[in-house]
């Protein structure tokens, strides 16, 4: 069983940075293909970034350029550099693993971002 808990959420100016961690449990985590995904309040569901087994990124549109995840598999865990934060990135932020077709097989109990003008 595979268990996800992130950390380094809170709050922060408009332009600032955070950086989410994502501790996982379970011997096979390093196989994964691990990510983050938010959710704000009234919209869906939405990529940030995934990281593979192999350590290719990928990223959505809007944080192109400003975030970075990365992953140190000897600590199964997973991280979220966030910089040049805005106000419309407030979110709850979710680690996710183990990509099946659309969909991840586990998830974290999400961390909050809350990104002031």
């Known amino acids: 069983q595979v268990q996800l808990v992130e950390s380094g959420g809170g709050l922060v100016q408009a332009g600032g940075s955070l950086r989410l961690s994502c501790a996982a449990s379970?011997?096979?985590?390093?196989?994964?293909?691990m990510g983050w995904l938010r959710q704000a309040p009234g919209k869906q569901r939405e990529l940030v970034a995934t990281?593979?087994?192999?350590?290719?990124?990928n990223y959505g549109d809007s944080v192109k350029g400003r975030f970075t995840v990365s992953r140190d598999n000897a600590k199964s865990t997973v991280y979220l550099q966030m910089n040049n934060l805005k106000p419309e990135e407030t979110a709850v932020y979710y680690c996710?693993?183990?990509?099946?077709?659309?969909?991840?097989?586990?998830w974290g109990q999400g961390t909050q971002v809350t990104v002031s003008s």
């Open positions: 996710v693993a183990g990509k099946i077709a659309s969909t991840w097989r586990y």
């Open positions: 379970g011997s096979i985590v390093s196989a994964f293909s």
């Open positions: 990281i593979s087994s192999g350590g290719s990124t």
